[in-house]
């Protein structure tokens, strides 16, 4: 086996890796936020909606939720019930691109755990201090950016760390729908060689990856910690 030539077809697969990872955190981060607040509003039937779709994120399978995202949402444009016509007649996604679909899917699914996760920082944060923040003429917004949030990122960091290490394993997901992806590629080298040793490199690419994520992380709550 050319370990060499092995390596070097595999890495081809990492850029794919990297942007489904990129892209996921670029729009699920803030629609978790956005959900978790949605979550904790006072707003029942919002809040209700909400709790249903956290609960179905998490409650099945991610590579069902790419496989009804790409297949289903088509098939359902073509008769959509009524209030989903307006979305569909403004949004056209017959031909929704495989990796559209997979970032989509990725992204709905991570908002869910991601919202759970800044709902539990911020209804962490103690009621007296929006109320000090109030004393001292702040506005609702002003305490959330200057005084909450800053906290709350302290607090959700070594939860968020979690569900971003299990983002870079569930990459290898998308071999449901695309084969220029890391773990696809090391599978189809593994049966070209009829060996497992393609796999462990692919496992290696992974870990150095979950590495430089943990690093950059572990320093990030180092810099916060003058929260204590």
């Known amino acids: 086996m050319d370990y060499a030539k092995v390596i070097n077809i595999l890495s081809s697969g990492i850029g794919t890796t990297l942007k489904i990872f990129g892209l996921t ?3 699920s981060i803030p629609l978790g936020m ?3 607040l949605g979550r904790m509003s006072k707003c029942k039937p919002l809040s209700w909606l909400l709790n249903i779709y956290i609960l179905i994120m998490r409650g099945t399978p991610l590579m069902l939720q790419i496989i009804v995202v790409f297949f289903a949402l088509p098939t359902l444009q073509q008769n959509p019930p009524g209030f989903l016509k307006g979305f569909f007649e403004t949004y056209q996604i017959e031909n929704m691109e495989r990796f559209t679909a997979i970032i ?3 992204s709905i699914n991570y908002a869910a755990y991601f919202a759970e996760i800044f709902r539990g920082g911020i209804q962490s944060i103690p009621k007296g201090q929006y ?3 109030f004393c001292l003429g702040f506005t609702k917004r002003q305490t959330f950016f200057k005084i909450i949030l800053p906290q709350v990122i302290k607090r959700v960091l070594p939860a968020t760390s979690n569900e971003v290490i299990s983002l870079v394993k569930d990459t290898s997901l998308a071999s449901v729908l695309i084969d220029y992806e890391l773990f696809v590629i090391a599978t189809q080298q593994k049966n070209l060689y009829v060996s497992l040793t393609p796999l462990f490199i692919a496992g290696a ?3 150095l990856m979950c590495s430089v994520i943990t690093i950059i992380f572990w320093l990030a709550e180092k810099r916060l910690n ?3």
Request: glycine residues 0%; aromatic residues 34%.
């Open 34 to 36: 956005l959900v978790a």
């Open 226 to 228: 003058y929260y204590k």
């Open 104 to 106: 989509v899917a990725f």
């Open 205 to 207: 690419f992974y870990l």
């Open 25 to 27: 955190l670029l729009f």
């Open 131 to 133: 109320e000090a923040a």
